[in-house]
C-alpha cells in the first residue's frame, strides 16, 4: 500500500533526553527501550469516513513519539495498518450505494492528504488486510496447530476462534476485570453469544464465507479475517517479537490490543508482543465525545479548507495531554492561532542564544515527560512573554528548528 511523504524533519543541536511513556499494561511512566531500532507499530483506520479530530489526535500524538525517538538518535521502524476488509466499510458502501473497495480507496486517499497536511511522518510499512491475508492465515493455522485456535461446529459456517486460555497472561495489557472484559466485549465488535464458543470471551480469527462478503481460500475453508488477528500478522511479521510500541486510541485497549497482542503471544510463543502499550484518550465536541452516529465529528480536511493551518491544528491537540479524555471547541482552535501568532511575533526578536537554548533543553525534557504537551507548549509561550535578552542572529533559527523537529509545528 503506498503511503505518504515524508516531511523534512531537521536534527536540532544539544543533548536530547530519552523518552518515556506510560505503559497500559504496567500502569506506569517508564523509559522506552529502544535500542538502535525502535519498532512502533500505531493501528490504522478502516476506511469508511473521512478523517477526523480523533483519528488526528491519534496520529499526531505518535508522530509526537516518532520524533522523539528520532532525537534520541534511533532508527524507526513504524507499521500501520489499514483495516480495507471489515463489516462498517462493507455496511456504509451498501448505505452509499457504492462498491466497498472504491469507498475504501477513496478515504484513503483522503487519509494520506490530511497526514500529509499534517506533517505526520509516514510508516515505513503501510499494509493493508487485504494485502496481508496470506500471514493471517498462516498465522491462524499456527494457532489451530498448537490448539490455540479452534473450529466452532457449524457446517454452514465453520468459523475459526482463538481461545483466551492459549495464554496464560491474557488480561494484562488492559487489567480489566471479566465483567468490563464482557462488556466491552460485546460493544466493540465481539460476539459474545456465538453458538459453539467454547468461552463468550473467545475472539474469531477467520471468519467463514457469508454471501455478499469477499472471500479468500484457506487450509481452513474459504472466508476471510478477523479484526484482531490482522494485526498481531501484520506487527510481527515486519517488527518481530517484543518490539518498541504499540499504539493507538483508548477505545482499542479491549479487546483489539489485548487480543493482538495474546495471538501474536500464543503463535509465537512469545511473553510480550510490545515493550510498551500506549494510548490516547478520546476528543469530544463541545462537551459530547464525537461519534459518527451523533454526527458531531470535525474533520481535519474541512478546517484545513476553512483557511486553519495545520501547525494550529497541531497546537489545539496538543494543548491537552495525549491520555486524558480533552474537548476540542471554537475557543480551542482560537486559542492555537493566537498561540502561534504570538510564537512567530516572538521571533522577530528572537533574544540570546543561551535563552533558546535553554527554552529547547526545557522543551526537550517536557516532551520526553510522557508527551508532556501542555507544558512543553506553556514552556515556549514563557520564552516568547520573558526578557529574551539581547537579539542574537542563531537564536530564531535555533527556535524555528526544534520546534518543527520536536512539535511539527512550522514557525
Not at 164 to 181: H, P, V
Request: proline share 5%; charged share 25%.
Amino acid at each position: 500500500m503506498r503511503s505518504w511523504p515524508t516531511p523534512d524533519v531537521p536534527r536540532v543541536d544539544g543533548t536530547a533526553v530519552p523518552l518515556a511513556l506510560y505503559d497500559t499494561a504496567d500502569e506506569v511512566v517508564r523509559q522506552v527501550d529502544a535500542g538502535e531500532v525502535a519498532g512502533l507499530y500505531v493501528c490504522g483506520i478502516t476506511p469508511y469516513d473521512s478523517t477526523h479530530l480523533g483519528h488526528a489526535a491519534t496520529y499526531l500524538t505518535f508522530d509526537l513519539v516518532h520524533r522523539q525517538l528520532l532525537d534520541n538518535g534511533h532508527r524507526v521502524h513504524y507499521v500501520q495498518n489499514i483495516t480495507d476488509v471489515d463489516d462498517p466499510l462493507f455496511e456504509r458502501a451498501e448505505r452509499d450505494g457504492l462498491d466497498w473497495r472504491d469507498l475504501g480507496e477513496s478515504q484513503i486517499d483522503l487519509f494520506r492528504s490530511d497526514m500529509t497536511d499534517l506533517s505526520v511522518i509516514p510508516p515505513k510499512d503501510y499494509i493493508g488486510a487485504m494485502e496481508s491475508i496470506d500471514e493471517v492465515i498462516e498465522l491462524v493455522q499456527r494457532l489451530l496447530d498448537n490448539g490455540s485456535a479452534y473450529v466452532v461446529e457449524d457446517s454452514e459456517f465453520p468459523d475459526v476462534y482463538a481461545s483466551i486460555s492459549a495464554t496464560t497472561q491474557f488480561g494484562y495489557e488492559s487489567n480489566y476485570d471479566r465483567a468490563t472484559m464482557e462488556q466491552l466485549f460485546a460493544e466493540r465488535g465481539g460476539d459474545p453469544d456465538r453458538l459453539g464458543k467454547r468461552d463468550r470471551l473467545d475472539a474469531l480469527v477467520w471468519r467463514a464465507h457469508r454471501e455478499g462478503e469477499p472471500a479468500w481460500e484457506s487450509p481452513f475453508g474459504p472466508g476471510r479475517p478477523g479484526w484482531h488477528i490482522e494485526c498481531s500478522a501484520i506487527a510481527t511479521n515486519r517488527l518481530a517479537e517484543n518490539f518498541t510500541i504499540q499504539g493507538g486510541g483508548s477505545d482499542l485497549i479491549f479487546p483489539h490490543h489485548e487480543f493482538s497482542a495474546a495471538h501474536a503471544e500464543a503463535g509465537l510463543d512469545c511473553s510480550r508482543m510490545a515493550g510498551h502499550y500506549v494510548h490516547t484518550g478520546m476528543i469530544g465536541l463541545d462537551g459530547v465525545k464525537m461519534s459518527k452516529s451523533l454526527g458531531n465529528l470535525v474533520f481535519v480536511s474541512k478546517l484545513t479548507a476553512a483557511g486553519f493551518e495545520p501547525a494550529v491544528i497541531r497546537l489545539g491537540v496538543f494543548s491537552s495531554h495525549y491520555r486524558c479524555n480533552r474537548d476540542w471547541s471554537e475557543a480551542v482552535l482560537q486559542q492555537a492561532q493566537t498561540r502561534l501568532d504570538s510564537w512567530r511575533e516572538a521571533l522577530l526578536s528572537p533574544g540570546s542564544l543561551s535563552a533558546a537554548q535553554e527554552l529547547i533543553s526545557q522543551l526537550r525534557a517536557h516532551l520526553a515527560n510522557d508527551l508532556d504537551t501542555p507544558e512543553a507548549l506553556a514552556t515556549v509561550d514563557r520564552w516568547v512573554a520573558g526578557d529574551r535578552g539581547p537579539n542574537e542572529a542563531e537564536s530564531a533559527q535555533l527556535v524555528t528548528t526544534a520546534v518543527d523537529a520536536l512539535l511539527g509545528v512550522r514557525l
